[in-house]
């Protein structure tokens, strides 16, 4: 038991390790461009300014501000979705325009209900004022919303995923493997236990998506206002329609303790209503979030679902091994043939091992995409944690599966299976399975940081961008896609030191990789405008970490050599 007390208290050690480390989501949906274009000098004010997303996002919460070189707004105050494209976001601007550079503030949310937020710059007649608005849109592009709001949402999802997958796979598991054990008292509470939690963490998730998307600090999750828009946005429309499933489900967990009557007939409906309402409850989390969105989001809904489904039956038997081996349960609340309960408790556990694995697989390739982005990224390092634990449930699972079929006398069929009580690895049983809750507990809470995090394949694929200062002028480089082979673009800008476009003497970049000895490459550039030099479809031949060295020469005599690294994938 010490050793089991152990365990537990390291469980909670790494929850409490979770909840200190969770903290609201960065982007999700990639802002792919924008009108006008940043850092970009016109000559005609624009009299809208509009952003492209490679995915629809919502703007419930979200808002879209131009502020003017005297920071006073100038734009008319609401964002919409121009010509009904749910990938872009536009706002009108107000016919006044003086010369000087503008902020674009922009924050949405993404198709998996995340915010998403950032800032750029932009001039009219002359780019005077550029350094000051360049330090004030990073500032606005690195505000993040408040760490409470992004620790209780999380704990939030963590209870979400708990009650889901105890309450849809213990009442799966009592139909499989004991129809009798619905009635006694145990099994009762913990699905009344896990619809309560599933109930109320559906509820207060619709209360703390307001200020969690808004970026608003916790005081504010009392305003009507935000949950009436929470409830018109696509998170809220599911989070309701959880609810009602919640509500339909009600004569399912009555039905199964028996308190409807009918007696063993009643199954004949239980089964078909629970198979159904399962499958919906297990529908809602992809519906808001990763499985729904990115590419083929029909097929990732469905493996999210299968995956959800397996591991559901996994915790639900477990759950239902502990409701009668656990403290002793008297007589009355345990089968009559533990044994034969326990073995088909242990061979659909089995397949829902296999299904977990293939289907976990299938969805961390759709999301991963690379061996760089799983290494390379929140998103990854996040599930090379989540998999070190399920190798451990795994293996967990694996002890008490032998312990099930050698130490009960199940592998000679010769011999009559005997009840636990009378086997010698009862006590090793009850604490194989008391471990497998409290580490698929913590595989829980790091999922519901997962689904927090920019799935590692989109992160991966942001462009890579530098910047520096080097005598007295200020050079800014974004490379898209940043990847190895052709189709390379590379963009330069050079400001002086009041943030105008500087044309310089000389602008030269070169690349090497000095783990191959390969190169230098020179990158053929091209003046594309005052200050503005570009190169495009350049290829990169192989991934690595390549250094990227700038030539910068201001006059005759200054000139500087400047090498930061470029990582390539």
Known sequence: MNRLRRLLLGSLGVLMLLVASAVPASAHAQLESTSPAPSSVLLVPPTQVVLHFGEPVEVDFGSLRVLGPNGQRVDSGGAHHPGGDGHAVATSLLADFPKGTYVVAWRVISADS????????????????????????????????????????????????????????????????????????????????????????TVLGIVIQGVYAAALPIGDIVRPSLITSVLHARFGIVEVLRLLLLIAFVPVLLAVQDRLGNGSRRWKWIVPV??????????????????????????????DVVHLAAASLWLGGLLLLASFLVA?????????????????????????????????????????????????TTYGWTLVVKILFVILLIGLGALSRRIVHGGWGLRHPVRPPVTPEHSGQLSKLRRSVLAEIAIALVVLAVTALLVNAVPAKQAAALPFSTSFSTLGVQVNTIIDPARAGGGNTVHVYVLSGTGTPKAIPELDMTLSLPAENLGPLAIPLVVAGPGHYNANNFVIPVTGNWILRFTVRTDAIDEQVVSVPLPIH
């Not at 345990?334 to 659909?348: G, N």
């Open 328 to 376: 002793r349960a008297p007589d009355d609340q345990k089968p009559e043939d533990p044994a034969r309960v326990t073995l088909k408790v242990s061979t659909v556990a089995f397949i829902a091992v296999v299904v977990i694995v293939g289907t976990g697989v299938c969805q961390s390739i759709r999301q991963v995409g690379s061996i760089y982005a799983l290494f390379h």
């Open 114 to 201: 995340h915010p998403v937020h950032g800032a750029f710059v932009f001039s009219v007649g002359s780019a005077s004022g550029a350094s000051k608005a360049d330090a004030e849109a990073t500032t606005l592009a690195d505000q993040s919303g408040s760490a409470v709001v992004g620790a209780i949402y999380w704990l939030i999802r963590f209870a979400a995923f708990v009650g889901l997958l105890f309450l849809v796979g213990l009442a799966l598991m009592v139909t499989l493997a004991w129809r009798q054990g619905g009635s006694t008292r145990r099994v009762g509470r913990l699905l009344w236990a896990s619809w309560w939690l599933l109930l109320t963490a």
């Open 274 to 303: 629970e198979l159904v309402l399962g499958a919906a409850l297990l529908f809602t989390p992809g519906l808001a979030g990763h499985a729904s969105s990115g590419d083929q989001p029909g097929i990732g809904l469905a493996l």
